[in-house]
């Protein structure tokens, strides 16, 4: 077979012009229509740059020099962010992802959902993007004679050498992780060694929520004994006042997954409390929970709008975890159906149903696509449904169930533009049709984009 020329070669240096941004945000430049992207490269800038990968349809670049700057091009404040990956925008300003982010919702919908021609709302962004995140969970590992921690390189498990912040996470939780290393490495705790599977410390996960203050520090250890565990403990707790609970978590596996199957609490509580909104949340080691809470608020306040309750209404919350959705909602409801896979989830949701006093609510373990054609023939009649799935979107049959339900709106919150615009297609060609959509940003720095969906029967 005849191998196609490309425009260009590998290992060629060319002077590309960038024009756009993919939906990871490289930046796209083009030498006769071949699409090259290049990490790091914006819209507007000029550069040099080295072919390192070429395929049929496009090929990727490295940025060696850019010879005209954008003035949307800011410093990333984080010493290892080329290193990590863990987020892929910081060298671009905010305002500028924010766009990006919007533009990437308007192109998906017109691609892949043939939706034209509805208002897709400015992002929602944070005043301050920066130590967001309430949750870390950094490996550890010896080195030079001493315990360290630091995230993986990309693609790697090699961690990150001399890394001792990380700019998304909550200051607090940097300086458990801190803590915790310094005290378990005078005490002698050995860290775990991933290829002996030896060694005492896997992962130290640290979470606090962001309005009462409240810190859980989790211990994933390969062993469920080991020494000076009592005396890291004391010395953790009596040092900070803010540690409300301190788990173990035990994963003795060969595995990349963190947690293993067993907790127990060494000292303090089993939970940590944190709100969202008016409503109170209990946080176990093992909870899914926001690990951004006021852009959730922001983005749950917008499905509530997008629901228009007025309080006499039967909705159900497919995919609803730990029923965050389902008790902002509950509020305005009659009665809240919430169906979720992952049963602990469904027994936080039950306990933080409990905790805030809502009693409209009823929560079921079960897959959503099958659970909601046994309510259809139990009678069950909503007159909203809210989605939420993960990434792949929602079920075939979830859609099918939605359509023989016939509610009179769908609010559909979604974590990938693509699914969504999908999914929204089938929608529209059952009879329903898509209002607007508004994207709310919970993780800004990342190429994530988040965005909520009101859509009627028509
Ligand atoms: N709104 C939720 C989070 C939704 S994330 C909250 O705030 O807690 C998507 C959820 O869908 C996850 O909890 C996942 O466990 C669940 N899930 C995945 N597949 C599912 C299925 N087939 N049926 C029901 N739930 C599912």
Redo the contacts with the bound molecule.
Sequence with gaps: MVKQKTPVQKNEMINLTFEDLTHDGDGVGKVNGYPIFVPYALPGEKAKVKVIKVKKKFGFGKLLHIDEVSDERVEPPCDVYIQCGGCQLQHMSYAMQLEMKRNQVINTLRKIGHIENIPVHPTIGMDDPWRYRNKVQIPVRYRHGELITGFYRKRSHDIIEGMDRCVITAEINDRMVEAVRRMADRLGITAYDEEKHAGVLRHIMVRTGQETGETMIVLVTRTEDFSYKQELVKELHETYPQIKSIVQNINKEKTNVILGKKTKVLWGAEYIYDNIGDIQFAISAKS?Y?VNPPQ?KKLYDKALEYADLTGGETVI?????????SLFLAQKAKKVYG????PE?IEDAKKNAQLNHIDNTEFYV????KIMPWWTAQGLSPDVIVV???RKGC?EA?LEAMLTMKPDRIVY?SCNPSTLARDLKILEEGGYKTKQVQPVDMFPQTAHVECVAEIVRK
């Design positions: 899914f926001q959730t919350d497919a995919y609803c975890g730990i029923g965050t959705i169906v979720e896979i992952v989830a079960g897959e959503a696509e939420d799935p993960p079920d979830l919150v």
